[in-house]
């Protein structure tokens, strides 16, 4: 995905969201192996519907009051699309509107294609505002990435939300940092010290989303000529930081060609096995809790009828669970896996097939026993769907898309649900989206 050019229609529906918004014994082994795969969340065929407020620019907007997090009652809006702004010829460091007020949160930040250049979206919740940032900074090949607690963005430097440089990466040559790569990196996490860069190296054959190999390198920020390669025969997943910056989880194939959870040192220099799994399945994202002791990964079926599910790997007391709703469930979506900001729940989010189209399930999980505290399916939602799913300010309440418009589902009041907006239409093409981390303080508190 150096730079997708897409061959879609110009108009694709998108999703703006809300609210804000993060050694071992044995793992039981599935019933069916099944080798690697990931699930993807893709910028095609399905409709992602922004929803949709009289949507404003923040220079218009003056001092409007906030929206309930919650409504108390179905609201039922009027909106009105506005059209995106034409992107400047030369890119620059201003940002078009131009950010006032501060943006209160929660936001979703959206990775956009114009078709000229690559913009970011930034869309404000409580004040139904929406911020694009267009400078040299977003044309950048990888996913949104939030830093900061949500204060600042990673472009290969960090930017605020005005789009202001607050930090500046260096120069780094990927032609030596990547020996063996065939194709653009598509994936890369910033270390939350800032120190190092992880990156994924694709080779083999190419396909949509990915490649038939990938392997995963790191490179010293600090240090750029200093760089490893943790991987070196192309069977790795993508990968996550843990907190503290001192260990980096992903998943590879063993000596035996079965996927492993494992944890490295930046440096390559201490790689230590995590799980022991007997019989292979496919193993992807992966999710570290904000307190560093669990890792979270996702498990996927490959062959049709074949399981997918999640396992938990607890690092204080090497325990290890592997959590499989049902044997329909096919696997947990493109980084649909959040931990709760202080806590050990879980909250994932996946589909499975009734034979006639795919269902998406909602599940929360205990970290410490490895059990299914409660569950939302996509056949209880309104007309009998759901779709895109995103945990707003904690992992009790969820905004999700449906046919008739977006939703927020209560998980402390009985997984109520009540409808929140209606959709709209924007011109450009969607790559990905992130919501802010839980604890996001609001645009006046970053820094502070």
Sequence with gaps: MSHKQSNWGRYIWFVLVLLASACMSDLPSSDSPVPIQTIDRQPTDTPFPLPTSTIQTSAEVEAQPTVDLLPTATQELTFTP??????????TLSVTPTATPSLQGPLIGFRVDDGEEIYLLLFDISLKVYREIRNSSTNYP???????????????????????V??????????????HAEYGSEFGRLSPNRQWLAYDILYGERYYEGAEFRDIGVVNLTNPSEFALLTHDGSASVFAWSPDSEWLAYARRDAQGVNQLYRSTPDGQNEQQLTFHLEPFGVGFVAWSPDGRFIAYAIYGNAEGEPGGMGIVDL???????????????????????WELEGTRLLFSGTSWNGEEEVTEIYWVDGLTGTITNSFIGSNGPNGFIRQVFPVGNVDHILFSSRGGYYLLDTTDNNSFEKYSD??????????????????????????
Aim: charged share 25%; proline share 9%.
């Design 142 to 164: 990888f996913e949104v990435e939030w830093v900061d607690t949500g204060c600042g963005l990673y472009l290969g430097d960090i930017i605020d939300l005005k789009g202001n």
């Design 316 to 338: 204080e007391n090497s325990q290890q669970f592997q959590i499989m709703p049902h044997e329909d469930f096919r696997g947990v979506g493109r980084d649909e896996m959040w």
């Design 166 to 179: 607050v930090w500046e990466g260096p120069d780094l040559d990927w032609e030596q940092i990547k020996p």
């Design 423 to 448: 959709q709209f239409e924007i011109d450009g093409q969607y790559y990905d989206s992130e919501v802010t981390p839980f604890g996001f303080p609001g645009e006046e508190m970053c820094g502070n």
């Design 82 to 91: 506005t059209p995106t702004p034409s992107p400047s010829a030369t890119p």
